[in-house]
């Protein structure tokens, strides 16, 4: 059972590029997460969704987007990479609105 | 406005005694609180949680006290092992509200000493 997945683990990214990163899970869960997390700091959400076809801001939106076109998968976009968004960024599922599964995590660099 | 408060950033405990973590919180919506534990380059695994219709949980080595009126719990690990050197993030929901996610604290960088 892989649970959360994502890929790739480790990116560095030039300032104004952009990438995705991916996030799978085989649990059948309907409720998605992307936080990130910064040196010192606790994480903080991204974007989250409730289902296929549903997402919604989290505390920290600027300068991401994503989709849920299927339940399994829930990738994150950055778009223009600036030096502020280099962070772990770590994807999580649940099956209810408390207890989360989380990946193994993205570390991503923006130089 | 951190709402999910871990004041003590580390915390060195010898192996064999008990360790306590502590977790403030604000909100008074938040009515379930998780702790997470998270190796280096790994993500968060969940460890223990407490509704707050409870003032106690137990999980064989793990307790998480809830003291709702003071808006704080704590999750004591006895007796603490090497293996629990790690960060522990305290988390907390209002599992009634939207589905917007946990709320984390900084976490406190947990150190057993031989």
């Known amino acids: 059972n892989a649970g959360v997945t994502q890929t790739p683990k480790f990116r560095i990214l030039k300032i104004g590029q952009s990438m995705t990163l991916q996030c799978t899970q085989d649990m059948n869960h309907n409720y998605m997460y992307w936080y990130r997390q910064d040196p010192g700091m606790g994480l903080k959400l991204i974007y989250y969704s409730v289902g296929a076809g549903i997402t919604d801001k989290g505390e920290v939106p600027n300068g991401y987007n994503v989709s849920r076109s299927t339940t399994e998968d829930f990738p994150l976009r950055l778009e223009l990479a600036a030096p502020s968004q280099t962070s772990v960024y770590f994807c999580?599922?649940?099956?209810?609105?408390?207890?989360?599964?989380f990946g193994q995590g993205t570390r991503l660099t923006v130089v | 406005d951190q709402q999910v408060k871990q004041n003590s950033p580390s915390l060195s405990v010898q192996e064999g005694r008990i360790s306590i973590l502590n977790c403030d919180y604000t909100?008074?919506?938040?009515?379930?609180f998780l702790w997470y534990k998270k190796y280096p380059a790994e993500g968060p695994t969940f460890l223990i949680s407490?509704?707050?219709?409870?003032d106690k949980n137990e999980d064989g080595r793990f307790t998480v006290f809830l003291n709702k009126s003071a808006k704080h719990l704590s999750l004591h690990i006895v007796p603490s092992q090497p293996g629990d050197s790690a960060v522990y993030f305290c988390?907390?929901?209002?599992?009634?509200?939207?589905?917007?996610?946990?709320?984390f604290g900084k976490g406190t960088h947990l150190i057993i000493q031989p």
């Open positions: 407490i509704s707050s219709i409870k």
């Open positions: 909100n008074s919506m938040f009515d379930y």
């Open positions: 999580a599922s649940s099956y209810s609105r408390t207890e989360a599964f």
């Open positions: 988390a907390a929901t209002d599992s009634g509200g939207g589905a917007d996610g946990l709320t």
